[in-house]
Nanobody, 122 residues
Framework: VQLQACGGGLVQAGGSLRLSCAAS????????LGWFRQAPGKEREFVAA????????YYADSVKGRFTISRDNAKNTVYLQIKSLKPEDTAVYYC????????????????WGQGTQVTVSS
């Protein structure tokens, strides 16, 4: 599975963004898809994940209520809608894929895309 994330940019605090991650390769619809982020000087952290059928989602506590993950299996794309952006959301955002749904925030994802930079100005 190859993953290509896009949609990042420079946004003012309070604004919104929608990140996209397009997948190619194996059967996209059978994979758990996740979003992670890494801020400067910090470790990469889990943001959100969605199960292959889209019926189950999981979020980090820090983003609940502001971030929404969704997927369109027909387009082989997973999205991350972000609203009410805060300066602390500034990070490189990565999408990832895995064949299982076990512990979506801590399981070792098999495939990773390159990141897309999100910068939030105050």
């Amino acid at each position: 599975v190859q993953l290509q994330a896009c949609g990042g940019g420079l946004v003012q605090a309070g604004g919104s963004l929608r990140l996209s991650c397009a997948a190619s390769g194996r059967t996209f619809s059978r994979y758990t898809l996740g979003w992670f982020r890494q801020a400067p000087g910090k470790e990469r952290e889990f943001v959100a994940a969605i199960k292959w059928g889209g019926g189950s989602t999981y979020y980090a506590d820090s983003v609940k209520g502001r971030f929404t993950i969704s997927r369109d299996n027909a387009k082989n794309t997973v999205y991350l809608q972000i609203k009410s952006l805060k300066p602390e959301d500034t990070a490189v955002y990565y999408c990832a894929a895995d064949q299982i749904w076990d512990h979506p925030s801590t399981q070792p994802y098999e495939y990773w895309g390159q990141g897309t930079q999100v910068t939030v100005s105050s």
